[in-house]
């Protein structure tokens, strides 16, 4: 791979952060490996079971990682996530969006033949009755929608129907119920997010009663994210967590009271590494990131280190940014590095080939992000 | 490749376009062939040099393609892009971004080796001095910045400065000036943007005069875009046109109008087919291409097939977007495909690892988007 191929001989060389090719997606591996301790252990003292979601970082590095400290497995957004993954050994994997259509279906039974622990999320009954139809062994778990209208049966009746439906057919598994309240993650205060998301569990909670009745009490209720972790947890509700941006936090996540409490539960581990290629001008300076660097629609990445305190990042097009010091300060110099952190870490990862994995300015490792680009 | 492998079997086959994998980019091999004629008539008319640039579609097939057809090589926005399409056989490479730092320098010079026909921008005389120390044969053109502080000398002073060290350089060859009016091509109206560019053009010209003073009358002067493409040709200051985004249309350039004229001259030849993935709600449906699947700094993309007339587009997150159709009349079904345009072409292609070629529906080829991501 060209990123491996490119950085392999800086490898353990003191201080080779500074000599990456720019722009560089980088990884604190001892601010990432704290964040997985942090919610490894957090789930242990609450009873709950940790599937983190594989969306946000893509890499059997990482999975490997949060399964080693204590996570059952991880979630994966798309089957050719899933399928990535999977090439890369990865075990426990949870699909957590619906697929359709003939050559999806095809594909997910292929998956579940060759990956044994593999389970799915389904919303429609055509999606199970066409895996029952292939006879390939493999665990549904029912998708709720919490009001977002995104995936998700409509109501508990649907949720009933589909649960049945699993069950009576011979080669599936009723896995469970999975409840994700996206839009409620990134509600800024803490009281203000507890409220929200305690109301949608309260709905939850009556599916989940008439699933009982049904004699379908669900094994397992995985959902939740780094924005609801700790409500999730005190709610009781679900079984299993599924949160992604834990490991290593964004700005979106950075805004937002996560705990209740004063100290924020984890740290900022993902970075963007940049060079300034153009410097003529007294007020600003242009680095090589722009547009294709970094996710856009979460607003400008903050400035970490390189430029002096309170300098702003401005894109400048696709290739390139204007790093704008305050007033009267010289900005950095010509080849000098700027670091940023990630507005939103999802879709930032999702434009890089690998992840540099840095330990006090040292190169350690060079970790390929497998399901980059798999949103199929 | 994985995209290869997996949709190879539907090649020639009578309408597999419906059968992709989804989300899939997915190229219209007709209306890009006569985007590219027509490009390539327009400069051969106007008697200018077409260099055009690559990180647009960032693919060795569609850069062979613009070259059969007349253009004199391609631009490329960063060394690693450059370094791609060199790999990939593509001579005549323009590098239109400034480099810096001590890797970078090495590897611009690395890459001159193998690539006798490279020319690279610069604005700094570091990076002159640098190049002629290692005494690698290579021509470099002045940036020249056009009020935008992006990348280019600031004054004609600078210029002559640059140009002179350049020249004087055993190893180097000076190649002339670039000039790109970057945020002037997507000024709405024909008349305005003509204003603008004439403008600034009328500034090069100052700095070209002070250049020929100086006995450095430049051979080349590169830069224009699709948004002033026919200007630039009417003012006659530019040699070479660096065009990139008339091969596709995106919905930027189509709210412009290109041309002062009725017809625009360039038809949309890029497209994502996306699919249905849930269909439980009357008024909406959820397909499979949320925010990682298209640019997002340039607004939503617009439905082009496969949902009723009027329907349109909403982000639902990293994975999913819904598709709302007008009122009172029914969505798309579950498992159907909807086709969207690029809301901006660039940042779009750069999250795909390849193109899916179609005529008629038919898939006739997959063509690896060999630069993707190589921003560094």
């Given amino acids: 791979m060209y990123v491996e191929d490119l950085h392999a001989h800086l490898i353990g060389r003191q201080g080779s952060r500074a000599a990456l090719n720019t722009p560089a997606l980088v990884v604190d591996v001892d ?30 590095e990482i999975a490997r990682r949060q399964i080693a400290a204590g996570a059952v497995g991880v979630c994966c957004a798309k089957l050719g996530e899933a399928e990535a993954l999977t090439d890369a050994g990865i075990e426990g994997i949870l699909i957590t969006s619906p697929i359709a259509g003939a050559s999806a279906v095809e594909r997910l039974a292929k998956l579940a033949t060759r990956a044994p622990t593999l389970r799915a999320a389904v919303d429609h009954p055509d999606v199970v009755e066409a895996l029952a139809a ?23 009746a649907a949720a009933v129907d589909l649960a049945r439906r699993i069950a009576a057919a011979p080669s599936l598994t009723y896995g469970g ?35 009982d009745e049904a004699g379908l009490n669900p094994p397992v209720v995985t959902g939740g994210g780094t924005g609801s972790h700790r409500i999730d947890a005190e709610l009781g509700v679900l079984t299993e967590l599924q949160v992604g941006s834990y490991i290593f936090m964004d700005r979106q996540y950075a805004d937002c009271d996560l ?21 003529n001008h007294p007020m600003l300076v242009t680095v090589d990131a722009g547009l294709k660097c970094f996710a856009t629609e979460a607003g400008v990445p903050p400035v970490v280190s ?45 434009l890089y080939d690998a992840y540099h994995a840095v330990k006090d300015g040292t190169l350690v490792g060079i970790w390929p992000i497998e399901a980059r680009g798999r949103s199929a």
């Fill in 31 to 60: 601010a990432l490996e704290r964040n997985i301790a942090a919610m490894t252990a957090f789930a242990r003292r609450t009873g709950l079971a940790l599937r983190p979601h594989a969306k946000t970082h893509k890499s059997a």
């Fill in 134 to 156: 292939a006879a390939v062994p493999l665990t549904f778990l029912v998708d709720v929608d919490p009001g977002l209208h995104r995936t998700g049966v409509a109501d508990a």
């Fill in 177 to 211: 119920v999975q409840f994700y309240c996206g839009s409620q993650q990134h509600i800024e205060t803490y009281a203000d997010r507890r409220t929200a998301i305690a109301e949608r569990t309260a709905y939850l909670s009556d599916v989940l009663t008439r699933l």
């Fill in 259 to 279: 705990s209740g409490e004063e100290r924020a539960p984890f740290e900022t581990a993902l970075f963007v590494d940049s060079r300034v290629i153009s410097a």
């Fill in 306 to 350: 390189g430029a002096p305190e309170g300098s702003t990042y401005r894109f400048m097009g696709d290739e390139q940014g204007a790093v704008i010091p305050p007033k009267g300060v010289a900005p950095p110099r010509l080849g000098e590095v700027v670091t940023f952190a990630a507005p939103h870490c999802d879709p930032t990862v999702n």
